[in-house]
């Protein structure tokens, strides 16, 4: 009788086989780099090409839908096994950022995969082809120690537009909701905590981008014959954004902060330690919002940052008073903070004391979402991976950065279990992305086991 250790020898021996590094690596030779808009034809092809192929020898059915606002396509593939059994939606992006050839070490190719040590170097290992790919592999591994069945039902959805910021992936979804209807959602996108610690995280930080623009004159005009009776917009500029955020990168403005972290919340995070390897910057001592853990900081509250700044020219600098000053910001965000009401805010205080000047307007929002904590999902995900890691997982209340996790958790209603297989130091969207062979082995084995488990998990009444 097959067992849950038959279904993670399958996986480990495919990984140890090298078959699942040739299979990831014509994969990362398609050039799906969603940004660069002659590359259309590559993101189609990966589809069609390779993944509907893989797809149908897992018995999937599969189909191709179009973008509604001419974007890269998507593809959607359902196996039915049984309506009794439980549902897994599963969802990947098969576009890459752009491929920097010529800024990699060892003038390495970003099309093909190129193992260093316990390295994996190419351009969507970690994000996402190698992603999806282990999941993709772990379901094959539990399906033949199952004899041809899974257990339960599987669908995914691999769009083509999420380093584009998903254009219209929350529009498809909903257009297609009755096809892609599950009892939960499972997926693998983002780093771990760190390469040692298996990572469960249930939703993402949101984003607003706000911009600040001071445009007194044109031109500039002499330092000399003019400075001390003419206003300076960086001058300007630089105390408009202090009063929002100090020195210490603590926010001042009360709508730029969160509710209260909750028990439950801060309990989760209460053995999760946030520590660089030597590869990664050193954290900042005392930065940040007071009383708070460093995983606090990053996981359950908000941060205010100045992501770019410019006046006059700081290559040629002129003894001139420069006439403009223009800054972009970005508020991350937790769920529960009011961040639709953001931008009036930040142009009201402004206006409000002393910086009628600066203009305020916002690009660029992404919301905040996240499983409820309660949720028993939670639980089961994490029993699944101790029981082949030997490890207990870091269960993060969202992921720091930002996914289109709303589209499934507030657009379909599921509860949303990501399981990262990467690591902070991956460089992904930089040159040298890559993934570590014992992260990638040990990933093989946890979807593995979760397959397995959820196969295992009592009928629906």
Known sequence: MATRADAIAKVREHFQSGEFLKELDRRV???????????????????????????????????????????GPYLIADYQEDASRPTVLTYGHGDVVDGMVGEWRDGLNPWQTTVKGERVYGRGTADNKGQHSINMAALRAVKQARGGKLGFNAKFIIETGEEIGSPDLREVCEAHREELKADLFIASDGPRL?????????GCRGGNRIHLDVNLREGGNHSGNWGGVLANPATILASAIASLVDGKGRMKLEILKPPPISNRVRAALADVEV???????????????????????????NTLEVLAMSSGNIEKPANAIPGKANAVLQLRFVVGTRHLEVIDAVRDYLHNNGFPMVEVSGTQRFAASRTDMDSPWIDWAANSIRATTGKAPAVLPNFGGSLPNDVFSEGLGLPTIWVPHSYP?????????????????????????????????????
């Not at 090409?49 to 189909?63: C, G, I, R, V, Y």
């Not at 930065?287 to 995983?295: K, V």
């Not at 992305?433 to 992260?439: D, K, M, R």
Request: hydrophobic share 40%; charged share 25%.
């Open 29 to 71: 030779g398609y050039q799906t780099e969603s940004l660069n808009a002659d590359k259309a034809d590559a993101l189609r092809a990966y589809l069609v090409e390779n993944l509907q192929p893989a797809f149908a020898e897992l018995d999937f059915k599969t189909h191709l839908i179009e973008s509604p606002t001419g974007r």
């Open 194 to 202: 760190s390469a040692e610690r298996p990572t469960i995280f249930l």
């Open 275 to 301: 520590k660089p390897t030597a590869d990664e910057p050193a954290l900042a001592e005392d930065w940040g919002e007071e009383g708070l853990t460093a995983a606090e900081r990053l996981y359950a509250w």
């Open 425 to 461: 130091g991956c460089s992904q969207h930089a040159p040298d992305e890559h993934i570590l062979l014992p992260v990638t082995e040990e990933a093989l084995t946890i979807m593995a086991g979760l397959f397995w488990d959820l196969g295992e998990a009592p009928r629906k009444s």
